[in-house]
């Protein structure tokens, strides 16, 4: 299997653990020293396969889960050397407030057939209109 399909069978995954919050699903795919790099945001850097996929449900818990609904679009993976990259768009729609569309790129890093690195970043327009729109519909998303 390539790296490129590996990281297919995770991102399925991933939908699945989004869908009925069985975490524990995920940990195969990624080394136990694994690495989560959020850039474009003021997270930092997390180590561990464990505190890798509670930064992750994290994330999902405090935004993704707040809105009514979400659209993802992924763009094909590009594979060079150890790393898989895809770029990818979704629209989050809530009640109440107007939709927002926010953008970036993931890269995983592979160590053999299991991720020990990944990489988020925004896209630098995406990153702002996503802060603007938080400060001023944030407040609304828990209600």
């Known amino acids: 299997m390539s790296i490129t399909d590996r990281y297919l069978a995770y991102a399925e ?18 080394t136990e020293d694994a690495a989560y790099r959020p850039q474009g945001t003021v997270d930092s850097e997390v180590a561990g396969r464990d505190a890798m996929l509670e930064r992750l ?32 768009k979704g629209t989050y729609t809530k009640a109440g407030v ?3 569309e926010i953008s970036g790129t993931e890269t995983a890093t592979f160590r053999d057939d299991r991720i ?28």
């Open 13 to 30: 995954d991933f939908e699945r653990t989004y869908e009925d919050n069985d975490w524990k699903r995920l940990e195969p795919y990624f």
């Open 57 to 88: 449900k994290a994330g999902i818990d405090m935004f993704d889960r707040l809105m009514d609904s979400r659209t993802l679009h992924f763009d094909p993976p590009s594979e060079s050397g150890d790393q898989v990259t895809v770029t990818w």
């Open 98 to 100: 107007p939709d927002i």
């Open 116 to 143: 020990c690195l990944l990489s988020d970043e925004f896209d630098p327009t995406a990153q702002k209109n996503l802060e603007a729109w938080l400060a001023e519909h944030g407040a609304k998303l828990a209600g």
